[in-house]
């Protein structure tokens, strides 16, 4: 069941979802670009099934789960398990793109958060494995957003941010970009709901596929995004 939000929780989880959050989400398409370029995705049907092959067998099977311990180990304070899970989900990223593109948005939130007062977000600035979910886990321990609506903000960051990719690259219509997004949002509440009912040894899952397009987009002779 998710927990109502009150007023305050539900601005403050806006902003950590919202695209003009200043971390440069923009700048990647974690493989998508080589996908368009070598015809692998080339229309709305095709991006919405790259994106919900992603959602259910990548995205909801490890970033979901592990937000959750990372958000468990923020609201205890619990340094350890932070460092161990954020490093957990490093790990687990396939390509030198993949880690780029998520340890550059994780150090630019810990910055903008630490700039608005958050001090928890402060440790992060100097360390190496600074996963994106794990500063949006300190953020919602901070901001007293609960578990369910700060999972499910982190996955529609995500989907937001490849779907605008998409459009960019195919391209495609803003009209048909929203439909996609429409119809994949729909599916964030189940998918979330299962990914944080997985336990430890649940965690895991990977698609090679895009392991591939990211590894050819590293030498790709033209590119508009950096991964």
Not at 5 to 34: F, H, I, K, M
Not at 41 to 65: I, N
Not at 145 to 156: G, H, K, S, V
Request: charged letters at 20%; glycine letters at 6%; one cysteine or more.
């Amino acid at each position: 069941m998710i927990q109502p939000a009150t007023d305050l929780n539900l601005v403050r989880l806006l902003q950590l979802a919202s695209p003009a959050l200043p971390v440069g989400a923009y700048a990647y398409s974690q493989g998508l670009e080589w996908a368009v370029a070598a015809g692998w995705v080339s229309d709305a049907a095709s991006l919405a099934q790259w994106l919900d092959d992603q959602l259910r067998f990548s995205f909801g099977a490890v970033d979901v789960p592990i937000f959750a311990r990372l958000y468990d180990a923020a609201r205890t304070a619990d340094d350890t398990a932070q460092l161990a899970w954020s490093r957990e989900l490093i790990a687990r990223r396939e390509t030198r793109e993949l880690i780029v593109d998520d340890c550059d948005r994780g150090r630019a939130l810990a910055k903008l958060l630490d700039e608005l007062g958050v001090s928890a977000a402060r440790a992060w600035l100097t360390r190496g494995d600074t996963p994106f979910a794990a500063l949006m886990a300190v953020a919602a321990a901070a901001w007293n957003i609960a578990l369910a609506p700060a999972a499910q903000a982190l996955a529609w960051s995500w989907l937001e941010s490849q779907v605008v990719a998409g459009v960019k690259l195919i391209p495609l219509g803003q009209m048909a970009g929203q439909q996609v997004l429409l119809d994949l949002a729909g599916r964030i509440p189940a998918m979330c709901e299962e990914a944080l009912a997985r336990s430890d040894d649940d965690i895991g899952g990977t698609l090679p596929i895009v392991a591939v397009a990211s590894s050819l987009h590293e030498t790709q002779y033209t590119r508009l995004f950096r991964s």
